[in-house]
């Protein structure tokens, strides 16, 4: 995080909050960004194995991350489940969360996150 006013970059790591800890592991980066419903939410990538792929949201009250879910990790199909190597883009639509995961050639995803 930039601050203006100290002109100083700060480091955003903070404690985790996810229902499965096992998972907290597998996200080696992070790729897109939006804001909704006034908080920053950030999707994992390079999640090993694939179909790890978290979605974070920061909030500055609890001052930590809390995970929204791995939306390919509950879904009923395998490759499905599988596919997700990680959140590619991240947009909000008619107030809904909405992630573009690459997966493998012909298995991308849109999921959709409602409030």
């Known amino acids: 995080m930039w601050d203006p006013k100290d002109e100083t970059w700060y ?9 499965a800890d096992s998972i ?5 980066s992070f790729n897109a960004s939006t804001f909704w419903d ?8 390079g999640a090993e194995p694939a179909g790890n792929v978290g979605i974070w ?9 809390t995970c929204l879910g791995y ?3 509950s879904h009923t199909d395998a490759m499905a489940r599988a596919a997700d ?8 639509f008619e107030e809904n969360l909405m ?8 298995n991308a995803h849109l999921w959709r996150c409602r409030r």
Do not use: F
């Open 11 to 19: 480091n955003l790591s903070l404690p985790v909050s996810c229902p």
């Open 24 to 28: 907290l592991p597998h996200q080696s």
């Open 38 to 45: 006034g908080h920053l939410v950030i999707s994992g990538g």
């Open 57 to 65: 949201c920061l909030s500055d009250a609890d001052e930590r991350w």
């Open 71 to 73: 939306p390919s990790v």
């Open 85 to 92: 190597a990680y959140g590619y883009s991240m947009t909000v």
């Open 99 to 106: 992630v573009g995961c690459k997966g493998t050639p012909g």
